[in-house]
Structures are given as structure tokens and as C-alpha cells.
């Protein structure tokens, strides 16, 4: 498997999607996951470097909400990295231009697991998501693609880029025929949404291989992103090449796998 990766490459790998973390930080209320172990940016970099990853970036996690101070540490200290954070919506405007000064790209919409979804058109959300938009940087949602439907719209009219995680994590049941990722699909084609071919061991991976391959053939590979999803809190036994693998086993075409391996998130989260 994986022995795509083997021809030399024009750019650097890019990991889009990661998480770093220590144990002794406070979690939320009842969090999704409470890891009891540290992976700290050493962890991860001493991975990216065994497998020949340039860059990356760190995605904050929902155990932590807007604990964001470890993860602003790393990417302040470490040029090869970029990261988004978790805010609540009355943050200050200096506030989150100190975060782009210290590396920070983007603001990640957090909706799995939520009791009651967030209203995202009070004036506290759509405050800050102009701000994301002045910024320059974007808005990284993570939700269930039963969701997508009713949150794209909302968040295309920001002005913000938009970037979706994990496939968009299709409904299994309707998959590429879903609501949720027709949704998708359409914010794709209209150009300013970005998404993330990540998470495959958590969607399954031979429907994430459908749902990237049917992405791919409907919208290109221009607007795509690889990510690792590291360290697979709560399914560990995951490794980082056999995210590689997949994706390698998926997208067959050189220039596809050149562009989502490094070429677009270059463009989208290093140039600036």
C-alpha cells in the first residue's frame, strides 16, 4: 500500500489537520474524549519528520474549547506550523490579531456533539465572523453532514474562506447522495470553500474513498486538503502512514496527489 509516495515531489508534504496537547490542560465539561497522555509539538514534529512532512497544521480540539494556549505556543515557536483555534464569539478584535501574529489561521467551528446548536446569526457571531474575514483568515467547521445544509449558507454569507472538515462527514447511510453532501459539493464549486480529505479511519475507509474519489471527479482537486487527524485520540491504534496510505490508494492521478498533499495547503494556509 501507499507506493505512490515513493516519486520525488515538487512541494513539501503538508499535514493539514492535527492536534497537539498535554494532560495536565483543563477540559471542557463533559468533553467528547479526555485523554490521559501527553502528545506534545516534539511528538508530532519527530512524526512529521520520519515521514517526510514539511508542514502542518494544528487544529484545536473540543475537550479544551477555547483553552488555546498550548496550541498558540507551538505555532509562535515553530515556523513550520500554523494553527486554528476554538473562541467564543465575544472575543476581542486585538485579541485575535495577536493570534495572527503568532501563527494562528483560522477559527474552527466546533458542532459534533453539542446539546443545542449554536445560533450563528446573533450579532456576537456574525461580529466575529467579519472579523475572521479582515483577517484574511477562515472559518473551519467541523459538523455532521446532516448539518451542512443548514450551516453552509450561513457561513458562505460571512465572506470568510470556509474550510470542512473530514469529508464533510457524509450521512453513511445516504453518502455521496446525502443532503449534506450535495450541500458541500455546491460551496465547492462556488470557490471559496476548501475542504479536508481527513478522518477516513473514523468515516470508514472505503466510503471515505467514495466520498473523496466522487469529490474529486465533481469539483477537482484544487480546493482539497490532506490531513493526518493525529494523533486518532480514542482509536490510537491508528497510524500516521496508514493515513498516508489511504489516501495515496485513493487519489491515483500524480498532479491530484501533489496538489492535496502539499500544493493547496501551501496556498491556503502558508501564503500570506
Known amino acids: 500500500m501507499g507506493t505512490g509516495t515513493s516519486k520525488p515531489r515538487i512541494s513539501p508534504m503538508v499535514d493539514a489537520h492535527a492536534h497537539v496537547f498535554t494532560a495536565d490542560m483543563p477540559l471542557r465539561d463533559r468533553p467528547r474524549h479526555a485523554p490521559t497522555y501527553d502528545f506534545t509539538v516534539e511528538d508530532y514534529l519527530k512524526i512529521l519528520d520520519a515521514h517526510g512532512v514539511g508542514f502542518a497544521v494544528l487544529a484545536a480540539a473540543s475537550p479544551w474549547l477555547d483553552y488555546n494556549d498550548y496550541l498558540i505556543d507551538c505555532v509562535k515557536r515553530n515556523p513550520r506550523l500554523r494553527g486554528t483555534v476554538i473562541l467564543q464569539p465575544t472575543v476581542e478584535r486585538y485579541v485575535m490579531e495577536a493570534m495572527a501574529r503568532d501563527g494562528v489561521i483560522g477559527v474552527r467551528l466546533h458542532m459534533i456533539g453539542l446539546d443545542t446548536m449554536p445560533d450563528i ?17 477562515h472559518i473551519h467547521l467541523h459538523a455532521e453532514g446532516k448539518e451542512l445544509p443548514a450551516l453552509v449558507p450561513l457561513l458562505e454569507q460571512t465572506g470568510a474562506t470556509l474550510v470542512i472538515d473530514h469529508l464533510g ?4 447511510q445516504g453518502g455521496i447522495d446525502s ?14 470553500t476548501w475542504v479536508k480529505a481527513s478522518g477516513a479511519y473514523r468515516l470508514g475507509l472505503e466510503k471515505s474513498s467514495v466520498y473523496l474519489k466522487e469529490l474529486i471527479r465533481r469539483v477537482g482537486a484544487d480546493k482539497l486538503v490532506w490531513g493526518s487527524d493525529c494523533p ?10 496508514s493515513t498516508i496510505d489511504w489516501f495515496t490508494d485513493t487519489v491515483t492521478d500524480p ?3 501533489e496538489k492535496i498533499l502539499g500544493l493547496n495547503a501551501l496556498k491556503l494556509y502558508f501564503t500570506r
Request: charged content about 35%.
Open 169 to 172: 462527514r457524509p450521512d453513511p
Open 255 to 257: 498532479m491530484d496527489r
Open 121 to 137: 446569526t446573533t450579532f456576537e457571531y456574525r461580529r466575529t465572523f467579519r472579523r475572521i474575514a479582515d483577517l484574511g483568515w
Open 179 to 192: 443532503e449534506g453532501f450535495k450541500t458541500m459539493v455546491r460551496s465547492v464549486e462556488k470557490g471559496r
Open 232 to 241: 486518532f485520540v480514542g482509536v490510537e491504534s491508528t497510524t500516521y502512514q
